[in-house]
């Protein structure tokens, strides 16, 4: 793999590492893979819905900063807010 070019199955594990389990940081991904740092935040904003990135931040497992950078990179057409869940309700035959 040539210098600046990034695995995209990285960058998934990486993005799902950091913002959804808190088991890796941006801020240790910079110090082994520096390269892979914007497209991890890249991939977290087209991906993950707001509520999920807020809760990262919640949890410490981003800082302020990756917080703001992360969703300066989201656009309209991006996940926003996860829909609420509705569930069916069927009726039962009464006999």
């Given at each position: 793999?040539?210098?600046?070019?990034v695995n995209?199955?990285l960058?998934?594990s990486?993005?799902?590492?950091?913002y959804?389990?808190?088991?890796?940081?941006?801020n240790?991904?910079?110090?082994?893979r520096?390269?892979?740092?914007?497209?991890v935040?890249?991939?977290a904003a087209?991906t993950?819905?707001?509520?999920?990135?807020?809760?990262?931040?919640?949890?410490a497992?981003?800082?302020?900063?990756?917080?703001?950078?992360?969703?300066a990179?989201k656009t309209?057409?991006?996940?926003q807010?996860?829909?609420?869940?509705?569930f069916l309700?069927?009726?039962?035959?009464?006999?």
């Amino acid at each position: 793999m040539a210098t600046g070019t990034v695995n995209t199955l990285l960058v998934k594990s990486y993005s799902q590492n950091v913002y959804t389990t808190g088991m890796n940081s941006l801020n240790n991904i910079e110090v082994v893979r520096p390269q892979y740092v914007a497209p991890v935040m890249l991939y977290a904003a087209k991906t993950f819905y707001i509520d999920l990135i807020d809760a990262a931040l919640t949890k410490a497992w981003i800082t302020p900063v990756e917080h703001a950078d992360t969703m300066a990179l989201k656009t309209p057409e991006d996940p926003q807010n996860q829909p609420p869940i509705e569930f069916l309700t069927t009726e039962v035959p009464t006999s």
